[in-house]
C-alpha cells in the first residue's frame, strides 16, 4: 500500500478499528468490492462513529464515500440503522453502492454526492428547491416502519430533556425566567415529543450543511446515520428554527415550512411538543456537559428558544 495516499487528519484522523497499518487494508477490501484499486483518501471528521469517514478514490477515477465502524462502537447501531433503511433513503440521498463487512469493523460505501449547501435566507433561490426535496421526501419515505430502526421520539429520549432542568439545581440559574415559569408545562410536553412516532423515515437533523445543491439544481440530503421513523412532516418542521436563524421570524418560517409535507396537518399538539423538546435539548448542549456521541441538532440556541416561545404563545 506504498502508493496510497491518505490525506486529512486532525479530528478526522482513523481511531480504534482502522489505526494505523490496518487503514491500507481495510480501504484495499472497500475497494475490492467495487472492482479498484485505492489510490487516495481523504479523511473526513468521524463525529461519534469512532472509526474512519472520508472520500475514496479508485485507481479508476471513481469516488466514493465510506463510512465504518467497529462491532463494538457506538456507531454501529447507527450503521446498521442506515442500511436497513438504505432503499427509502436513495431515492433523495446518496445510494448505498455496498456493505462491508470486516472481522472487526462494518463498512458502507454509498455514492458521492457533489454540491453546495443550501442558503435560506429569505428570497434565496435555494427555497424552492429545499421546498421540492420536503415533498419528494415524503412521498418516497413513506411506508410500513422497519424494526430496529426505532421512532422519533426515542431519538428525543436519548437526551436530557426538560424534567431534567427541573431537577436540577443550577436550572434557576439557566432558565429565562419565562422558562423556568412553566417548567411543569414543558416537562409534560417533552413527554409527548418523546412518543412521537409515524409511517415515514425522518432525517431528524436537516440543516443547510446537510442539504445540498447539486449539479442538476435540486436539492439532496447526505448524513442519515440518525435516521427514525416519524411523522412525515418532522423534517419540514425542524427546518423552521433554522429558516429563523437565517432571517425569518417564527412565525414566518412555520408559514414556509407548512407549505410542506403536510406540517399544516400536523397535529398541533406535537408540533409545539417538538418545538419544546428541542429547545430543551439545545440548551443542554450548550450548558450541561460534553456528550461523547455528539450532538444531532444543530441549530442556534437563541434560534430554537423564539421557536418554541411562538408555539407556547400560539398555543397556550
Known sequence: ???????GG???APRGLVAGDALGGFLTAVADRLGGAPVRFD?????????????????DGRAVHVTAAGWNSPGITELRREVLISDRIAAVGPALLCAVREV???????????????????????????????LRSAKALAGDPVGQVGVLGDALRFWPSWERFAGSAWSRAVLDPREAR????????????????????????????????????????VGWRRARFGPAWADAALLVPHL?????????????????????QADE???????VALAGRVWWRDHGPTNPYGFPWRVGRDAALRWMRFRLACHS
Open 1 to 7: 500500500m506504498a502508493d496510497l495516499m491518505v490525506g
Open 10 to 12: 486532525g479530528a478526522g
Open 43 to 59: 479523511r473526513l471528521p468521524t463525529g461519534p462513529l469512532r472509526g474512519v469517514c472520508g472520500r475514496l478514490t479508485l485507481d
Open 104 to 134: 472487526e469493523s462494518c463498512v458502507l460505501v454509498h455514492e458521492l454526492v457533489s454540491g453546495r449547501s443550501v442558503s435560506l435566507v429569505p428570497g434565496s433561490p435555494d427555497l424552492a428547491p429545499v421546498g421540492d426535496f420536503l
Open 182 to 221: 412553566v417548567l411543569q408545562r414543558l416537562t409534560a410536553l417533552d413527554g409527548r415529543a418523546q412518543r412521537l412516532g409515524g409511517p415515514a423515515v425522518v432525517h431528524g437533523s436537516l440543516h443547510p450543511g446537510n442539504l445540498l445543491i447539486t449539479p442538476d439544481g435540486g436539492v439532496t440530503a
Open 244 to 264: 429563523v436563524e437565517a432571517g425569518r421570524d417564527p412565525a414566518g418560517a412555520e408559514a414556509w415550512a407548512r407549505q410542506y409535507a403536510g406540517l399544516d
Open 269 to 275: 399538539d406535537d408540533l409545539t411538543a417538538l418545538a
